[in-house]
Each structure stands twice: as structure tokens, then as C-alpha cells.
């Protein structure tokens, strides 16, 4: 679900020229999550090998971080750890979704309607531990380094960027925003349109600012987590009733830092310093050295081919393409940075 900031904040259209040798720190869940709801059959069926094992996750990792790769961009992937007590409601909101896509789903397929089953399909994807060990094998295959977060991937994500262990925070949420992500990445993805509920939506690479943001929008960092708590997160669904980012926002300038009594007389049915707290105090690995290293192309065809039925050719064929772009455009092996 995330923080809902559309509208009021400002962003920047780059291309990907923008990004050509920076360091990006991607949030993992999120990523899986768009492969898993996009990469499937006409009938909404997940792509899997013969054995039923789900493989449409590998397949975007493969093609969309080689791609980004090719571009010079050095790429990080971070994992969800526990996830907040506060976030169990959210969780159930979810389940609860995705129970219902399921029987919508089951009634399309009784009745053979494939637009409908492709519509609800992918609303109940889900990723399991197999999942995401083998996204981490892959990844590693890449070249690419895995953080294993403690708690929440997007504040982690944000932390990495804060301490300049990472150039640029990257993820559809905006929630990297409130964890103090300086400088945030939404829509990386070479393909600029996707389904949203049926309809095709063309999207740009994103830039958004922090500093840029709360200048914009005249306020701190901390009335710009009050301002998310307002309209909603993962740590308190829904937020206040009837207050969108606008109203929130003159909510914020009328009641200054007065919050307690601002949250009181909204008749908030949570405890808004429980939330602020995620937000501020989120557990964070900070011991962290990234490494960037060579396309193993033996461990991808072991994981991919032999173990998974990928096509051998058509894998061979995405990593040449890839080094061969590597090497024409004059870049460093992955390998070679620092």
C-alpha cells in the first residue's frame, strides 16, 4: 500500500543517462512483487517450469537487471526482514484482498473468461521463502550485492542512501521519502507503461528530491512523516478518515507542532507517536560494505537452465547482449568498482 504523496509532491523526469555509473539501492519485495503480478500467461497463470515451480520472478531479474547493468548502473538489492507489530493489520488487509481476487478468480475460470482471470490473477501474488532465496542466488550470480534488512527493506534502503553507501534509493513507495531517503528513484523499469486495472498507464523515470520536497511543500522532515501518518501507511491503514495529502498538508501549517492535540481532535483511532516512532527508530544493519562482482553465467545456467528449463540459447543470448553492451560502452566490469 505505501504513503500516498501523489499530487503534492515534486519530481523530475531523467532518463537513464542520469543514473550511468551511480549506485542504486533497490527494494526487493517491491520488485518481486511487480514480476510476479505482471510476467505470466493470458490467463493470469504464473510462468513455471514443468515441475509447477514458479519462475516469473527470475525471468524479470534476469532481463531488467541486466539491462540496468548495461547502463552502468550499479545496482544493490535489499530484503525484507520482521516487519513491524504494527503492520500485522495491514498484512491481514492484504490477505483478506487477496482471499477474494482468489475466489473471483476461481468463478473466471469456471466460466472460461480469460479476461477476468487474467485481472485476478494477478491480484493475489505472493512470495514464499523459495522465492527469495533463489532471487538472492540470482542476484549474487549477477554481480549484484544483497542486504539482508533486520526490519523494513524501505528503511534500510533509505538508511544506505542517507550514509552514502548508495547514491540513489529506488522503489514504487513513498515511503523511503519519510525514512529520510535524500534522493528517491520510482519507476525504473525500461518498459514506461504498465496495466493498471486493466487500462495501460505510461509512466517516466522519476526523481524526487527530499530537500527539494520539503521546500516545496514548506515543512520538515518531521511534519512530513506527521503528513504521511495523516493519509495512511503500511502502520496505520487508511490513515484519518477524510484527509488526503492536500488537506493534510494545511493541517500540518495550521496546527504547527501541536500534534497531540491535532491527532486528538481528528478523533484519530491510533497512536500516532507509535507510528512516528517506526519512522524514526526503524532497525537498521549498519554494517554494511557493498561488492559488486562479474556475471557468473555458469551459476545463472545452473539456476535458470538446468534447474529451472529456461532456454538455454535465450539466456546465453541476454548475458552476450549484456557484456557486449557492457564492453562497447566503454564501462568498468561491476567487478572493477570500488
Not at 65 to 92: Q, S
Not at 94 to 120: N, P, Q
Not at 121 to 128: C, E, L, P, V, W
Request: hydrophobic share 40%; net charge neutral.
Amino acid at each position: 500500500m505505501g504513503v500516498n504523496l501523489t499530487g503534492i509532491v515534486p519530481r523530475e523526469e531523467i532518463n537513464f543517462d542520469y543514473l550511468k555509473n551511480k549506485s542504486v539501492a533497490v527494494d526487493a519485495f517491491n520488485t518481486i512483487y511487480q514480476f510476479l503480478s505482471s510476467i505470466r500467461g493470458a490467463d493470469g497463470s504464473y510462468l513455471t517450469d514443468s515441475g509447477g515451480r514458479v519462475t516469473s520472478h527470475l525471468q524479470g531479474l534476469l532481463s531488467r537487471n541486466l539491462n540496468l547493468m548495461a547502463k552502468g548502473i550499479k545496482l544493490a538489492y535489499v530484503f525484507d526482514g520482521e516487519a513491524p507489530k504494527l503492520k500485522h493489520l495491514e498484512r491481514l488487509r492484504r490477505a483478506e484482498l487477496k482471499h477474494s481476487a482468489e475466489e473471483k478468480y476461481r468463478e473466471a475460470v469456471s466460466e472460461e473468461d480469460i479476461d477476468a482471470m487474467s485481472k485476478y490473477s494477478k491480484q493475489f501474488a505472493r512470495i514464499n521463502d523459495e522465492m527469495i532465496n533463489e532471487s538472492k542466488e540470482l542476484l549474487s550470480a549477477l554481480g549484484i550485492p544483497v542486504v539482508q534488512a533486520p526490519s523494513e527493506a524501505e528503511g534500510q534502503v533509505a538508511f544506505m542512501c542517507k550514509e552514502g553507501i548508495v547514491d540513489f534509493a529506488a522503489s514504487q513507495d513513498y515511503d523511503s521519502l519519510l525514512f529520510g531517503a535524500p534522493d528517491l528513484i520510482r519507476n525504473m523499469t525500461l518498459s514506461q507503461k504498465r496495466k493498471v486495472y486493466g487500462k495501460t498507464v505510461y509512466t517516466f523515470l522519476e526523481y524526487i528530491n527530499l530537500r527539494s520536497v520539503l521546500k516545496e511543500l514548506k515543512i520538515n522532515q518531521e511534519q512530513l512523516i506527521i503528513l504521511g501518518i495523516l493519509t495512511g501507511t503500511d502502520f496505520n491503514i487508511g490513515g484519518v478518515k477524510g484527509v488526503g495529502p492536500k488537506k493534510a498538508l494545511k493541517l500540518i501549517t495550521d496546527n504547527k507542532n501541536n500534534f497531540d492535540n491535532m491527532f486528538k481532535t481528528l478523533n484519530a483511532d491510533f497512536d500516532w507517536k507509535e507510528v512516528y516512532d517506526i519512522f524514526e527508530n526503524l532497525p537498521v544493519e549498519k554494517k554494511i560494505k557493498l561488492k559488486w562482482g562479474d556475471v557468473d553465467e555458469e551459476k545463472i545456467m545452473k539456476l535458470l537452465v538446468e534447474k529451472h528449463e529456461f532456454n538455454e540459447e535465450r539466456v546465453r543470448n541476454l548475458v552476450e547482449k549484456y557484456k557486449k553492451e557492457n564492453k562497447n560502452s566503454g564501462q568498468k566490469g561491476l567487478g572493477e568498482f570500488v
